[in-house]
T-cell receptor, first 110, second 113 residues
């Protein structure tokens, strides 16, 4: 069963606009949720995380929202920049395990 | 420079020939873990380690072994590789827990013929 789902394989957004990446989860036991970004031929890099007891966390242009009742989280990037073009992975963590989603490829259009 | 180093970067082997992918971190991190990335499946955790001599299975441990004899090293061992283990592998480390910022290596592309 897929505990962390990213249902949009890709997303295209105009430069300067808001990018919203979505993630759904089925496991209510996750303690933390995390977002990672990955460029081709590189390892993923950490973007932002949120504890399951919070509903929002912000870091510069990146904000993560957590809706526990809907088991849904989203990553907002404002404003979107060309360097944001990458694959974004959502993940849930419980105890010492981590489950990643399949990823969403974000294209920032000029 | 703080980093996670994996070797080799690329590896082509044949079915059944034992291989080891090395992983080393220079940040004195306690938590280390291995992942594989496959098209359409995203990243899946293979094994993780909370500290020296403490390892546990992730989501897809079958066909893999690990060891953590020293804090800085966490090798991934394929005793008898099979074609379905052809994948892109990543090692990662964090200060102490899986939910903390993970630092990833650059990856090892493995092909098993």
């Amino acid at each position: 069963d897929q505990q962390v789902k990213q249902n949009s394989p890709s997303l295209s957004v105009q430069e300067g606009r808001i990018s919203i990446l979505n993630c759904d989860y089925t496991n209510s036991m996750f303690d933390y949720f995390l977002w990672y970004k990955k460029y081709p031929a590189e390892g993923p890099t950490f973007l932002i995380s949120i504890s399951s007891i919070k509903d929002k966390n912000e870091d510069g242009r990146f904000t993560v929202f957590l809706n526990k009742s809907a088991k849904h989280l989203s990553l907002h990037i404002v404003p979107s920049q060309p360097g944001d073009s990458a694959v974004y992975f959502c993940a849930g963590s419980r105890d010492d395990k981590i489950i990643f989603g399949k990823g969403t490829r974000l294209h920032i259009l000029p | 420079e703080a980093q996670v180093t994996q070797n080799p970067r690329y590896l082509i082997t044949v079915t059944g020939k034992k291989l080891t992918v090395t992983c080393s971190q220079n940040m004195n991190h306690e938590y280390m873990s291995w992942y594989r990335q496959d098209p359409g499946l995203g990243l899946r955790q293979i094994y993780y380690s909370m500290n020296v001599e403490v390892t546990d299975k992730g989501d897809v441990p079958e066909g893999y072994k690990v060891s953590r004899k020293e804090k800085r090293n966490f090798p991934l061992i394929l005793e008898s590789p099979s074609p379905n283990q052809t994948s892109l592998y990543f090692c990662a480390s964090s200060l102490s827990r899986s939910w903390e910022k993970l630092f990833f290596g650059s990856g090892t592309q493995l092909s098993v013929l």
